[in-house]
């Protein structure tokens, strides 16, 4: 992590997106006798991720794929240690079509550090995505995400660190919903390694990376699940605009004193062509005061809803389906009548506009 400057008391744990390619290179060999490692798929500011063929796991093809997360060997460590930890963790919790799957926490023999395997994705970044397919085939990537965080907030955790590499899109385009299963684009949520539980207690370290930083993040704030709507608005304007809010301001201190005090330029005076209405709501999930920002990722969709006449659910039929798989309803007939009542408003309303303020994360009410 770097990019930063450490204040006395405070923990500064912030990416300004200069990765040096790791020494390492696990290619060609296996792990446990289980994984076979075929490819190299990426590397970040903590972990190295490769491609490998499960052998535990065959299908009618043979061993399923698998991606291997892993601590870079030049930032081993008891805290990059904790990092990937923390990242396992919080997406053991989570079971959402839009959030990338984990499958197993290991440890990479002589050398003691931690490991884990999740579903391989190959994609594109959501910027990249949108920058190809346009505005509005791009609302429907914007909303598949908003589905995700209103998913890992209703769990209690912030993510922390939205920006391009971490909300893919994967498929391909095609007919119907692009969000369904087994065909058109799906966005995916991944990289949880710097998430914030504020159940945990007070936590107010400078985390995340700088172009998309919530300004009460920088500012030593309390944080909740609103500093990461602010990250969202910052990718939806950088795929909008071509660049992050602030790209044209030099180092990296200028970047983080304007998220706090500056407003961003207007799209449409960027030569931006979107509806007012959506650069309307880019812009106010860029407020710098979290209460003036949306109040939950679910109002954002409803916004998009009322303001550009579409129909976007707050839920889909796989969300919902997952949400009675997962929540643990045996003697609680209590959950099971919220997320009964939730899924019918969801279902009966299109979760669109006048879904009210009750249509919320069945998943969420549900697991409480």
């Not at 970044?125 to 914007?142: H, K, N, P, R």
């Not at 207007?266 to 709501?281: D, K, M, S, Y």
């Not at 609680?332 to 969801?346: G, I, Q, T, W």
Request: with cysteine.
């Amino acid at each position: 992590m770097s990019g930063g400057e450490e204040r006395p008391g405070r923990a500064v744990e912030v990416d300004d997106g200069r990765h040096a390619r790791p020494e390492e290179a696990l290619v060609g060999g296996w792990l446990h006798g289980r994984y076979e490692v075929t490819a190299e798929l990426g590397w970040g500011s903590l972990g190295h991720v490769y491609l490998a063929r499960d052998h535990l796991r065959v299908g009618p093809d043979g061993p399923l794929e698998v991606a291997l997360k892993l601590i870079r060997r030049d930032r081993l460590g008891p805290r990059s240690v904790e990092y990937l930890k923390r990242e396992f963790r919080a997406l053991a919790r989570i079971r959402h079509p839009n959030v990338a799957r984990v499958h197993d926490l290991d440890v990479v023999p002589g050398r003691g550090a931690l490991f884990f395997s999740l579903e391989p994705l190959r994609g594109r970044t959501l910027v990249q995505a949108v920058a190809e397919l346009g505005w509005e085939a791009g609302l429907d990537l914007f909303v598949q995400a908003l589905r995700a965080l209103a998913h890992v907030h209703a769990r209690g955790l912030v993510h922390m660190d939205l920006k391009p590499q971490n909300v893919l899109v994967v498929g391909a385009p095609g007919a119907g919903d692009r969000g369904a299963q087994g065909g058109g684009l799906r966005v995916k949520l991944l990289d949880f390694h710097l998430v914030r539980d504020p159940s945990q207690g007070e936590d107010r370290a400078m985390r995340g990376t700088i172009a998309y930083m919530a300004p009460e993040v920088i500012r030593g704030d309390a944080v909740d699940h609103r500093a990461d709507l602010y990250g969202f608005g910052a990718l939806c304007y950088h795929a909008l605009a071509g660049a992050p809010p602030f790209a044209g301001l030099a180092g990296a201190m200028s970047v983080l004193r304007a998220h706090t005090s500056e407003p961003p330029t207007a799209l449409r005076a960027r030569g931006v062509v979107v509806p007012p209405a959506l650069e309307a709501i880019v812009l106010r999930l860029l407020e710098k005061q979290p209460a003036a920002r949306f109040a939950s990722a679910n109002e954002v969709i409803r916004a998009l809803n009322a303001g550009l006449g579409r129909d976007f659910a707050l839920e889909t039929e796989e969300t919902l389906a997952l949400a009675f798989e997962q929540a643990p309803l045996a003697g609680r007939d209590a959950a099971l009548a919220a997320l009964v009542r939730r899924c019918a408003e969801a279902l009966a309303a299109g979760a669109g506009p006048g879904a009210g303020p009750g249509a919320g994360s069945a998943a969420g009410e549900a697991a409480g």
